[in-house]
């Protein structure tokens, strides 16, 4: 929510030298990818991570961070067969049935009252509030980078539901990395909602929101580990 996949920009040469190809998708409706925000919905947002996967042309890892976890849940129920693993990065990870991110109720009440609601069917965040809540502990380069790549996050992206099962979304290994010092989604509910999926590994980061910015090489690390299983 609120980026465009320039956000990954740190974290893409560590993987490269970890052996991966890297594509950072950019969903429809966030900046540079137009779409009318009434027309976005958690489907469009799988529509959009299932085209690349396709275009891949064979299984991959699914890496969803933050909001990002309902999009991929939503893209591998659908078509599981594009991808080999998931990894959820601080991120929502819903139970099998039909569940939006606002039934979990794990944000914190900072993130909920820092969105500020547009008159186009957008919500934006400020770059003082992105930093306390997103990059707390990023250098000032890192943090500056998040707040110039911040976008609007249309509503529809957030509130619409995914329905997934065990039949499908169950069938794939899963990981989770979880931040410790995460100010938007909190620790205690990032452990919470571990209890809805089956993880085949949990792994912890002594950082915060976005461990892609403030410790890229330590993640990819992480993901080359997670990759491997």
């Given at each position: 929510a609120f980026h465009t996949g320039k956000c990954w920009t740190f974290l893409e040469p560590h993987l490269r030298e970890?052996?991966?190809?890297?594509?950072?998708?950019?969903?429809?409706?966030?900046?540079?990818v137009p779409r009318n925000?009434?027309?976005?919905?958690?489907q469009t947002y799988g529509d959009d991570v299932i085209a690349c996967a396709e275009k891949i042309g064979r299984p991959c890892i699914l890496l969803g961070h933050s909001l990002g976890g309902m999009v991929i849940s939503?893209?591998?129920?659908?078509?599981?067969?594009?991808?080999?693993?998931?990894?959820?990065?601080?991120?929502?990870?819903?139970?099998?049935?039909?569940?939006?991110?606002?039934?979990?109720?794990?944000?914190?009440?900072?993130?909920?009252?820092?969105?500020?609601?547009?008159?186009d069917g957008t919500a934006f965040i400020s770059p003082e509030a992105a930093i306390q809540l997103f990059y707390n502990r990023g250098t000032s380069e890192q943090k500056s980078f998040g707040v110039e790549h911040l976008c609007p996050q249309p509503l529809g992206g957030t509130a619409n539901a995914v329905h997934t099962s065990a039949a499908r979304l169950g069938t794939l290994p899963k990981s989770y990395v979880e931040c410790t010092d995460d100010r938007a989604i909190p620790i205690t509910s990032q452990r919470e909602m571990q209890k809805n999926m089956k993880?085949?590994?949990?792994?912890?980061?002594?950082?915060?929101?976005s461990p892609f910015l403030c410790m890229p090489a330590e993640l990819a690390d992480v993901i080359a580990i997670l990759g491997a299983c």
């Open positions: 970890r052996g991966f190809d890297v594509h950072a998708v950019t969903l429809g409706g966030h900046r540079g925000s009434s027309e976005v919905t958690m939503e893209a591998a129920e659908r078509r599981p067969e594009l991808f080999c693993s998931l990894i959820y990065l601080a991120a929502f990870a819903p139970p099998f049935g039909t569940y939006s991110h606002t039934e979990l109720s794990v944000v914190t009440p900072e993130m909920m009252s820092a969105a500020q609601l547009k008159s993880f085949f590994a949990v792994w912890t980061l002594d950082s915060d929101h």
